[in-house]
Antibody, heavy 121, light 113 residues
Framework: EVQLVESGGGLVQPGESLRLSCTAT????????MNWVRQAPGKGLEWVST????????YYADSVKGRFTISRDNSKNTLYLLMHSLRAEDTAMYYC??????????????WGQGTRVTVSS | DIVMTQSPDSLAVSLGERATITCKSS????????????LAWYQQKPGQPPKLLIY???TRESGVPDRFSASGSGTDFTLTISSLQAEDVAVYYC?????????FGQGTKVEIK
């Protein structure tokens, strides 16, 4: 059974940094791209970033490019999102989602329960 | 960026009746080399993460009830719930994966009338 468990969310002040983690079980982690998708309170879904199975390719939404870094440790079956210079508009539930594909972003076949990030002074 | 527009924003349907949601993309998501539409549908129930329902525009994910069906090609797509059940109350999103950035529709909230 595929399971994705996010952690690392919390309350931070504008301009601060935060690192999210997602631990995966139930599939061959290195064989699949992984994604972060966020959802602001009461709003829709916004794709944030994708990393290929090998970690060699990364993709970002313009809204986070240059501030967020996606990475993975295939030896630990863990996905990360390092977020710098956080803004109020980054406040959201952040979901880790398994990609159907290996290299480029595709459809997302499994999702974690999410970790909440609140950016506020 | 490919903009995904769903309609309606919300709809209320009686139990056992049909619910239909449309999704329109600002450009075609049909990849000519393999004739596949890079379009997925997700269901998000209150307090839960999204769940994949449909991929390649019309392929039902394993375990998804057959009352859920989807069709369309190019820029126009439809998700149909043939006989609405109480457990289908949710927000439904379409998503294109033809190109980055991946983009979602704004969501359609389905309720019981």
């Amino acid at each position: 059974e595929v399971q994705l468990v996010e952690s690392g969310g919390g309350l931070v002040q504008p301009g601060e940094s935060l690192r999210l983690s997602c631990t995966a079980t139930g599939f061959i982690f290195s064989a699949y791209a992984m994604n972060w998708v966020r959802q602001a309170p009461g709003k829709g879904l916004e794709w944030v970033s994708t990393i290929s199975g090998s970690g060699g390719s990364t993709y970002y939404a313009d809204s986070v490019k240059g501030r967020f870094t996606i990475s993975r440790d295939n030896s630990k079956n863990t996905l990360y999102l390092l977020m710098h210079s956080l803004r109020a508009e980054d406040t959201a539930m952040y979901y880790c989602a398994k990609d159907e594909g290996t290299e480029t972003p595709n459809y997302l076949d499994y999702w974690g329960q999410g970790t909440r990030v609140t950016v506020s002074s | 960026d490919i903009v995904m527009t769903q309609s309606p924003d919300s709809l209320a349907v009686s139990l056992g009746e049909r619910a239909t949601i449309t999704c329109k993309s600002s450009q075609s998501v049909l990849y000519s080399s393999n004739s596949k539409n890079f379009l997925a549908w997700y269901q998000q129930k209150p307090g839960q993460p999204p769940k994949l329902l449909i991929y390649w525009a019309s392929t039902r994910e394993s375990g998804v009830p057959d009352r859920f069906s989807a069709s369309g090609s190019g820029t126009d797509f439809t998700l149909t719930i043939s006989s609405l059940q109480a457990e289908d109350v949710a927000v439904y999103y379409c998503q294109q994966y033809y190109s980055t950035p991946l983009t979602f529709g704004q969501g359609t909230k389905v309720e019981i009338k």
